[in-house]
C-alpha cells in the first residue's frame, strides 16, 4: 500500500531578513531565543547568533540569560565578554580563567581587553595598553589560557592594524618581565610576522603589472621569465628594508635592459632573483634577434574574420599557425613536400620560426594558453582551426609545425619554473649513419639541428648545462668521422662523438655504454634518443617535468597518448604494434603504451642499480631497462610528444623482426623471475598458436558475450 501526503509550502527568508534582526519581532521567536539562551549547547557559533540580535527588548533578556550561565566554554565565554564588556558575572569568570590562583594583579580590565584583542581589537583602550596594570597583568596571566582565548587570532592569515598593535604591547610586556617564552608567545611573533610579510609583500605586488609590462617592452612581448623575476624578487621582500630594496630593483630594472649594448646585471643581494635575472637578459637576446613578422601576427589576429575578438590564450596559437602557414606557402616545393622533420627541424629557417612561435606561447604581453589548457585540448583547437581556415597547404605542415611549437613552449615553460638546474646527459647511438651527415646541405644536418634545438631550450636558463654523446657502434667507424666534421662547440652544450665497434649489438649496446658513460660523469638526467629528427630535442623539458615527480624513474616521450602527435595514421598503430605493446606488458608487466619510443629520459638515482643488470644489446633493450626500473620500485610516466614524422599510406618504416625482440622480451622475463610458463599468457600463447606475431596481428578475433536466457 502507498501514501502520499501533501507538504504545506514553507518559506524560509534569509538570515538578514530574521524576525530577531529586525523590528517585526513575534514574542513566539523572543522567547525561543530567551530559552535557547538559557538552555541550549552554548557553542561560539549559538552565541554569536543570539548576540546579533537587535531587537532591544530580546536583546536584554537573551543577554541576562547568558550572563547567568556558568557552563559557558572558554571561547563561547570570551566572545560574551568582548560583545557585552559590561556584564560583570562573565568578566570575573573569564578573569578567573586567566588567573587560575586568584593573585594579584588580576584584573576585570585585562580579561575585558583580551576578549576585545580575540573578536573586537578596534575597541581597545589604547590608554590601558600603555598601563602599567595592563603589563604586570600580561606577564602574570597564565599562557595557556590566553593561548586558548586567542588562537583565532593567532592563526589568522593577517591581523588588522589594531589587533596587531595590542598583540605587540601583549608579547612585550611578557618579554620584557622576564617570563619563560610559551606557545602563545611564539605563535603570536609568527603571526605578527606573517602580517609583517604580508604587508611588504602586498606593496611590491602592487608594481608587478606596470614591472612585466615595462620589461616586456625589451622582451619583445615574451613575459614569462620577468614574472618568475618579479616573483623570486617579491619572495626575498620579507622586510621593509628588503621590500624597499626590492622596489627599487623593480624600477630600474627597465633602465637596465633599454640600452642597445651589454645587458646590465642588477645589484641584487639575493641568489634567486639573481639567477632569475639573467633569464631575462636571455629573453631579451633573442627578442634582438626577432625579424618584426611575430608582432605582425599577433596583431593580424586580434579579430576574428567576422570582426569578434579572440580569447588572449587563444590568439597566441592563431597568431602562430598564420606565421607558420606563410612560411609553408613560400617554399619551393618543385622538388618534392619536404617532411615535417626537414621543414621544422633541418631547416634553420624553419627551425627559427618554430622557435619563435614557441618562445611567445610561454607567455606574449601576459597571455599564453598554457597554463589554462591541457595539451589534448590546445591540439584540437589547433586542428579545428586549421580546419575552419581550409588551408590547401603540402603536407598540413602548418598543422604539425605548430603542434611542435606548443610542445616546445610547454617544454620550455616547465624548464623555467623548474627550481633545480638542468643537468643533461644524451646518447644518440649510431650504425650507419654517415650520409645523413656528408649528404645533408650545410646546417641541416641532424646533429646541427639537434644542437640547436637543445641550444634554444637551454638558452632560457643560461646556468644549464647538457653533453650530446654520440655513439658510433659500427666497426668502420664512419659515422663517427662524420660527425667529427661537423660537431660545433656552444656555451653550454658538450658534444662527444665516440667510437664502441660492436658487431652484435643493435642499438642496445650503444646505448647502453652511452648511459653508463654520462651516468659516470655525474649528470643527474641522462636521456637517449635516435640521430634522425623524429624526435625534437626541444621537447625534452617534458621528460624534466615529469622526472621531477617523487619517486619516478623514467619518463617516455611516448607516440600514443591522447596529447601525443605526429607519428601514426589516424587509425593509430599497426595491429602488429599493438599486439607487441600488448605481449611485453604480458611479460614483463609494464603497462605503458610505447615502450620501444625512441625518446627516454631518466634520473641519474635510478640508474645507478638498474643499469649494471641490463643484459639485452639487441633492438629490445629498453623494455629490460624499464622493467627493472619498475621492479626497483621507481615509476615510468608517459609524456606525449608531438614527432616531427608524417606518415604516408603505404609507407614502411625501419624493418623490425617483432617475433625477435619478442623472443629476447621473453628471455628478459626469464632472467628477472618472471618465467611466463608459471601464469596465464594469452596474448603469447595466441602468438604462438598463429605461428608469428605478424599472422596472430593479421587474425581477426570475435568477441562473444554469452548472456543467460530469462527465467
Known sequence: MRFTATVPSRTFLPLAESPLLTSATRAADADLAVHLAGAADPTPALVRSLLAITDPATEQHVTAALADRDDLPLASLTLLVAHRPQLKAPAARLRTALFPDGAEP???????????LAHLPEQIDPGYLASGKFAAAAAAADPGTLHAVLTGLLTAPALTGPADAALGRLLRARADSGTPKARVDRDGDAARERTRRGRTGAELATRRAATVEAIADHTGGRTLAAELWFDALSATADTPETAGRALALALLAPQALAADGPLADLPAPWPAPAARWQQVTAAVRAARNDDGRWHQAWANAATTTDGSTW???????????????????????????PGPDACWAADPAGRALLHTVADHLTGHNGASPLPHFDDTLLISFIRAHAKNRRDKLPGHLQIHGLIAALKAARSKHHLLTTAATPDLGIVVPMRAEARRFTDAPAGHDPLTAKTAQLAWLLSARPEARAHLLLVDEDPDGASARAAEQIAATHPQITVTVATRPDSASAKGGAVLWGLAQLHEAGHTTIAYTDLDLTYPLDQIGLHLNALAAPGTGAAIGSRRLPDSHGYYPPAGPTAATRLYQKAVAELLGIAVRDPQAGFKAFTASALTTV??????????????????????SHSLTEVGVAALHQWVNGQQGAPRDYDVMLAAVREQALRHGADPETRPTPVCDRIHGAGSLARAAASTTTDVVLVPAPR
Open 311 to 337: 580569447d588572449p590564450a587563444q590568439r597566441g596559437l592563431v597568431a602562430g599557425y598564420e606565421l607558420l602557414a606563410d612560411h609553408v606557402r613560400a617554399l619551393d616545393t618543385s622538388g618534392g613536400v
Open 611 to 632: 643499469l649494471p643488470k641490463v643484459a639485452d644489446h639487441s633492438m629490445s633493450f629498453d623494455t629490460e631497462l624499464l622493467a627493472l626500473l619498475q621492479h626497483n
Open 106 to 116: 588580576a584584573c576585570h580590565s585585562f580579561a575585558r581587553t583580551v576578549a576585545a
